[in-house]
């Protein structure tokens, strides 16, 4: 049972224009909300998250929006650049328990020239 | 400050064996969880320890089994390897676990079972 969904396993975009990865979740009781993002052969690594108390949070070029209603949030990247080419997993949690993420599947984006 | 070091990097094992896998948190960090990350699945979550007690379980048979010593390191052991195990492992380390703390993972144990 898949928690947390990732729908596009692969997104292709112009270096310069908007990035926008797309996850569904179907939990309503997960409250807290993190992309992280991952080069080949490293580590995930943190890139911003959300409270359910919010419906946007913005850190320079990546913006989270939340719509709880929907159960799904996306991230913006604007603008993309060729260094933002990795998988960008979609995880969710419940406040208090930072360190059992559901996570999506993933999306490969690919920024081109 | 160092990163989260898991070694070792690549593993190449037969069905019915078992591995131990380690990984070394962030100093200072307390709380160890690990992943485990397949094609089509995402990341998801085998346990986590904190003070060298399992503080949270995923939802993966016994044959997944882990540690914590008092330096905070973790071990990470599977017994009887099947085929489906083949994967990567991941470790993160955060302070203690709680609240929205930042997960910092390490670079992960690819485990191959033939």
């Known amino acids: 049972d898949q928690q947390v969904k990732q729908n596009s396993p692969s997104l292709s975009v112009q270096e310069g224009r908007i990035s926008i990865l797309n996850c569904d979740y179907t939990n309503s009781m997960f409250d807290y909300f993190l992309w992280y993002k991952k080069y080949p052969a490293e580590g995930p690594t943190f890139l911003i998250s959300i409270s359910s108390i919010k419906d946007k949070n913005e850190d320079g070029r990546f913006t989270v929006f939340l719509n709880k209603s929907a159960k799904h949030l996306s991230l913006h990247i604007v603008p993309s650049q060729p260094g933002d080419s990795a998988v960008y997993f979609c995880?969710?949690?419940?406040?208090?328990?930072?360190?059992?993420?559901?996570f999506g599947t993933g999306t490969r984006l690919q920024v081109t020239l | 400050k160092a990163g989260v070091t898991q070694t070792p990097r690549y593993l190449i094992k037969t069905r019915g064996q078992q591995v131990t896998l380690s990984c070394s948190p962030i100093s200072g960090h307390r709380s160890v969880s690990w992943y485990q990350q397949t094609p089509g699945q995402g990341l998801q979550f085998l346990f986590e320890?904190?003070?060298?007690?399992?503080?949270n379980k995923g939802n993966f048979p016994g044959r997944f089994s882990g540690r914590q010593f008092s330096n905070s390191r973790s071990e990470m052991n599977v017994s009887t390897l099947e085929l489906g195990d083949s994967a990567l492992y991941l470790c993160a380390s955060s302070l203690m676990g709680t609240g929205n703390e930042k997960l910092f993972f390490g670079s992960g144990t690819q485990l191959s079972v033939l």
């Open positions: 320890y904190f003070s060298e007690t399992q503080r």
């Open positions: 995880a969710a949690s419940f406040t208090g328990t930072a360190s059992k993420l559901t």
